[in-house]
């Protein structure tokens, strides 16, 4: 079992970009330190976030950091040129070979607005994501198609060695294309709520052998601390915010602990809270460990686990990390 991060650069109801993006630089000093496998960043279109471009903060962290992989959870791809994304990507592995992860996806990323706005003047047919991974693995050398439209273009810089593509989903259908185009696999439980071990299943019985073994992990939210009372009260901030927003309501940022405590529960939204808790993990170290080692016995002893913690303050969001991979440790799992 392996433990990596993801990390959003949540903005604080009370915070800015600025300090939402040095938290996430800090954290990945953190993990590197610590002996993560990997620290991603996403593609958010969207006020409440601290950026909307992986791979420029990608390069940064990299800079940042020396063991640990970095890499985007995700790019979404219908918005791009593979042609481009395949030169960002070579040039971060060039940068820093065999750390780069590429992970993409094809959600929206943002709102409607945002969607237009990025795909001005583009007419994007149904079946262009499959073609489009199709390109991005060509141009990066990963699986050359002999006929190519393009046959005469290389990404550049032209190096030897070419980053780890990953496919982000929370579908039978992202595992089948991942399986398909021989890439890892990301599932996103957080976002899509609910365990599935026939995604998995899927995933890996479809697998082109060829193309070496697959790679799976499983994306949930954690809140770790000394005591299960201290990670309930963590989670409580993002558990409300996350009610706020499935009703519509305006929310800045991650929480204030004190604006969170305040707000009074209705029966109905004590059982969807309930329900959410499929998304994450929540307790002490010992506590999360054996929820993650249930869902490896659940999912296959083959996953790694990506973990994201909204947690509004700092210091209590790197304490968990801390005190997680600390009793990872001690309980004989290697780094």
């Excluded at 795909?119 to 149904?126: A, T």
């Excluded at 915010?241 to 405590?261: F, I, N, W, Y």
């Amino acid at each position: 079992m392996k433990l990596s991060i993801l990390d959003q650069s949540r903005l604080k109801e009370d915070g800015n970009a600025a300090e939402a993006l040095q938290e996430t630089v800090r954290l990945a000093e953190l993990a590197d330190q610590l002996g993560y496998e990997r620290f991603w960043v996403s593609e958010h279109h969207g006020a409440s976030l601290g950026h909307s471009s992986p791979e420029v903060m990608m390069a940064h962290l990299a800079n940042r950091t020396s063991r640990i992989r970095i890499g985007s959870g995700g790019v979404m791809l219908s918005h791009y040129s593979a042609y481009k994304v395949a030169e960002n990507a070579r040039l971060l592995e060039a940068l820093h070979p065999g750390r780069i992860d590429i992970g993409i996806g094809r959600a929206p990323g943002g709102m409607p607005a945002a969607k237009r706005a990025l795909q001005e003047h583009k007419i994007v047919p149904g079946d262009w994501y499959d073609r489009q991974i199709r390109d991005l693995l060509h141009y990066l050398n990963i699986r050359n198609e002999e006929k190519h439209r393009f046959g005469e273009l290389k990404a550049m810089p032209d190096i030897k060695t070419a980053p780890a593509v990953w496919l982000l989903g929370g579908s039978a259908g992202s595992a089948g294309l991942a399986a398909y185009h021989g890439m890892g696999f990301a599932y996103a439980q957080f976002i899509r709520g609910e365990k599935d071990a026939a995604v998995m299943d899927m995933y890996r019985q479809s697998f082109r052998q060829e193309a070496g073994k697959p790679q799976a992990l499983i994306s949930l939210f954690l809140f770790c601390a000394a005591t299960h009372e201290q990670a309930e009260a963590l989670a409580k901030s993002h558990e409300v915010a996350s009610l706020l927003q499935e009703q519509g309501r305006p929310v800045k940022g991650m929480l204030r602990p004190d604006t969170a405590a305040a707000y009074k529960l209705s029966p109905f939204e004590k059982e969807r809270l309930q329900d959410n808790r499929a998304t994450m993990v929540i307790g002490t170290p010992a506590e999360v460990l054996q929820q993650l080692e249930e869902l490896q016995e659940y999912y296959g002893s083959e996953v790694e686990f990506m973990l994201t913690s909204p947690v509004y303050d700092e210091q209590a969001r790197q304490d968990g990390f801390q005190l997680l991979m600390e009793t990872y440790q001690q309980r004989g799992f290697s780094v």
